[in-house]
């Protein structure tokens, strides 16, 4: 390894680049807007004049963002913010610089600029023979990028599960706004005990010099882990006699915070603990699962924030939160939902231990890796025209529970895609036979796939590609000429009538040939 100097190996052309301002974006056109934003693409153009083909791969850095983005096709700059960076090809390649970039720390200065702090940076080149070891560079970009894919993966694993336990949701109970299946939507003071929490006298040092007891704070509500996080904070015995608790099973909502948007975060407790004023807490009761109680209010977030008062200080008092109307169907309904929810929530909890460890091992290999301390022998070099981060985040896809039974077609199809057709249809009759009254979904038969391989085979990384979506669509098609599938129109309710919506549906035939 040989250290450079960042002026050395990096620079700045953004001015090569014409900027176009974020009013000027387009939804769709031939020509990606990259931009310093989080999204790997900000927009589009159809304007070839304000596109750079020259000086590619670029990297384009987030100047008040630090977001840093690898670009190897003809893009157009976005106006605020983004530096694009040309790597000296003669001495390294621009993916592994790019790598390089992402490992390090880059001091924060809020909304500053940030350019400054990178242009001090000294860069690692791996040489050979008084020469840049371009072959080394190359491995170490390839397997990063592999490692990057695979938790981009896992990542949309877990989106996936946390859309399809919002669709289940919406498939049971319907909008919980809305409410148009008529639930009872009595006020929350009906769902349960409502406390409001408080802090123990701090000028009392007896209330905290022990850890009797967790004391929970609006960070502990994280909004994505159905539980509360373990807390910072303990209270002593002392403390606990002067602070509000709640035993396992009571949710706690943040009903006081600096933004609307972190009002009506929510999450259960799984042990008895203490919370401070600014969480309001359901301890359910009876007639109300504590799963279903979380649900309702994932799902009702900006209902929620609606109830909160209007000043630079955001706050759902107690006497507010009791009256907020919720809907509350039978408890017995509410159970169904809980099973689901108890299963989905096993595979998340190993897709995110999964996620947990690949991103420790993303850590220890990009360290040792610039450090010149990884064996590189043994990693395959990358395939011409492999793009080892194509695996961005998608989308999140909305889908339902779908039973997918277990199948002799399922081992062949992990180990030759082209025996995966066979498995698909297999699925879709399942699906086909449980749809009843709902209509069909491709998104959810997809989301219920890939979550049914990762049940059966959770050490497979097995993602549909487009080729199977037209196996699909080959399947829809063939079941519309048997007669299986039929296409209905949706029915909405405008002025408490029912009546044909625009949406085409496809729905099963409740008997053959109908």
Not at 55 to 66: A, E, I, K, M, S
Not at 186 to 192: D, N, S, T, V, Y
Not at 241 to 255: E, F, I, M, P, Y
Request: hydrophobic share 40%.
């Amino acid at each position: 390894m040989k250290s450079h100097r960042f002026s050395e190996v990096v620079t700045d052309v953004t001015a090569k680049f014409t900027k176009i301002k974020a009013s000027d974006y387009q939804g769709q056109g031939q020509y990606k807007i990259i931009d310093q934003g989080k999204g790997s693409v900000a927009g589009y153009t159809d304007d070839a004049s304000l596109v750079n083909r020259q000086l590619l791969p670029v990297v384009v850095f987030g100047d008040h963002t630090r977001t840093l983005k690898y670009v190897d096709e003809p893009i157009a700059l976005g106006a605020d913010g983004a530096k694009a960076l040309w790597v000296n090809p003669d001495l390294a390649s621009a993916r592994y610089v790019y790598y390089y970039l992402r490992s390090i720390q880059i001091k924060e200065a809020g909304y500053s600029r940030h350019f400054k702090f990178l242009k001090e940076v000294e860069i690692p080149i791996p040489f050979k023979d008084d020469a840049p070891d371009f072959d080394n560079q190359i491995r170490i970009a390839h397997l990063l990028g592999k490692v990057e894919g695979l938790i981009a993966q896992r990542k949309q694993h877990l989106q996936q599960l946390d859309d399809l336990l919002k669709s289940v949701f919406l498939e049971m109970f319907g909008d919980p706004v809305r409410n148009e299946k008529r639930w009872d939507k009595p006020e929350l003071k009906a769902f349960g005990k409502i406390s409001t929490g408080n802090t123990p006298p701090r000028n009392e040092p007896a209330n905290y010099d022990g850890d009797f007891i967790e004391w929970i704070k609006t960070d502990n509500i994280t909004g994505d882990a159905v539980f509360v996080t373990p807390a910072t904070e303990h209270l002593s015995e002392v403390g606990a006699k002067k602070a509000r608790t709640v035993t396992n099973g009571a949710l706690l909502v943040a009903c006081i915070a600096g933004s609307v948007e972190s009002i009506g975060r929510a999450s259960l407790t799984d042990r008895t603990v203490s919370f401070n004023q600014q969480i309001n807490a359901i301890q359910p009761d009876k007639d109300v699962n504590a799963l279903y109680l979380y649900g309702l209010f994932k799902l009702s977030g900006a209902y929620i924030q609606s109830h909160a008062t209007k000043g630079m200080k955001k706050i759902i008092t107690k006497g507010d939160f009791e009256k907020i109307s919720m809907i509350k169907p039978p408890v017995e309904i509410q159970n169904q939902f809980a099973v689901i929810v108890e299963k989905v929530e096993n595979i998340k909890s190993r897709y995110q231990q999964s996620l947990t460890d690949l991103e420790a091992l993303y850590g220890a290999l990009s360290q040792q890796a610039f450090k010149g301390e990884l064996d590189l022998s043994r990693v395959a070099a990358p395939i011409e025209g492999e793009n080892p981060v194509a695996a961005a985040v998608p989308a999140p896809i909305t889908t339902q529970v779908i039973e997918l039974p277990e199948t002799d077609l399922l081992l062949p199809a992990l180990q030759d895609r082209t025996q995966l057709v066979p498995l698909l249809r297999f699925w879709l009759e399942a699906y086909r036979t449980q749809l009843g009254s709902a209509a069909f979904s491709l998104e959810r038969f997809i989301a219920a796939a890939q979550t049914r391989l990762a049940e059966l085979h959770p050490d497979h990384d097995f993602t549909l590609s487009a080729s199977d979506y037209e196996a699909i669509k080959a399947w829809v098609f063939d079941e519309i000429k048997n007669r299986k599938l039929k296409q209905t129109r949706d029915i909405i309710c405008i002025n408490g009538r029912r009546q044909f919506g625009n949406q085409i549906l496809l729905r099963a035939r409740r008997y053959a040939q109908q």
